[in-house]
């Protein structure tokens, strides 16, 4: 069984659409976060989420929107995509919000054109 | 705020080779170190731990030790495969502060 899942693997698109990442986690954690992974393989956290609420949210544009439907989801939605929003996002779990060891799902690869 | 310095890579190697792969660290309180791994086209895996000053993180042959003195928390297997050519990443989580901070990334290639 997969801890922690992303679809789809790879998103490729056109400047100006919106696309949507889900993730899922059957790993009965509570918090579940949102990086971002750039050519140079840099990670940056962009959100977080502890049982549905919304605990860390950094600097990223408002295009990028995450939802939380239930604690075992929290899907990353992106309007009006532009060249430089092209990366890998990387979904992740823990088991509480002061549990630094996170799992990792398998990443999205989105390319914008 | 806290951040993870590593050192630069690339870094290739030789099968049966010594790795090191130096890591130090700045937080404000007293964090818990990690180094994560990344093989060729997938996801971040944890690869070992340490919580505590002088706590030793062991997995897979790779071992790291959690030195507050010096701030440091360096990666090193005493004989590398080819298996463990990677990207490998320093990350700290400071209490109370439920981020990870990662460093920038060392990519290790171990030739045959």
């Known amino acids: 069984d997969t801890a922690v899942s992303q679809t789809p693997k790879y998103l490729v698109t056109q400047m100006g659409n919106d696309k949507s990442i889900k993730c899922e986690q059957n790993l009965g954690h509570d918090t579940m976060y949102w990086y971002k992974q750039d050519s140079k393989k840099f990670l940056k956290i962009m959100f977080s989420y502890n049982n549905k609420e919304l605990i860390i949210n950094e600097t990223v544009p408002n295009r990028f929107s995450p939802k939380s439907p239930d604690k075992a989801h929290l899907n990353l939605h992106i309007n009006s995509l532009e060249l430089g929003d092209s990366a890998v996002y990387f979904c992740?779990?823990?088991?509480?919000?002061?549990?630094?060891?996170?799992?990792f799902g398998p990443g999205t690869r989105l390319t914008v054109t | 705020g806290d951040s993870v310095t590593q050192m630069e890579g690339p870094v290739t190697l030789s099968e049966e080779a010594f790795l090191t792969i130096n890591c130090t660290y700045t937080a404000t309180g007293y964090p818990s170190l990690f180094w994560y791994v990344q093989y060729p086209g997938e996801g971040l895996q944890l690869l070992l731990k340490?919580?505590?000053?002088?706590d030793k993180g062991s997995n897979k042959g790779f071992e790291a030790t959690y030195r507050k003195e010096t701030t440091s928390f360096h990666l090193e297997k005493g004989s590398v495969q080819v298996s463990d050519s990677a990207v490998y990443f320093c990350a700290l989580s400071d209490r109370g502060d439920y981020k990870l901070s990662f460093g920038a990334g060392t990519t290790v290639t171990v030739r045959a």
């Open positions: 340490a919580t505590k000053a002088d």
């Open positions: 992740a779990s823990s088991l509480s919000r002061t549990q630094g060891e996170q799992y």
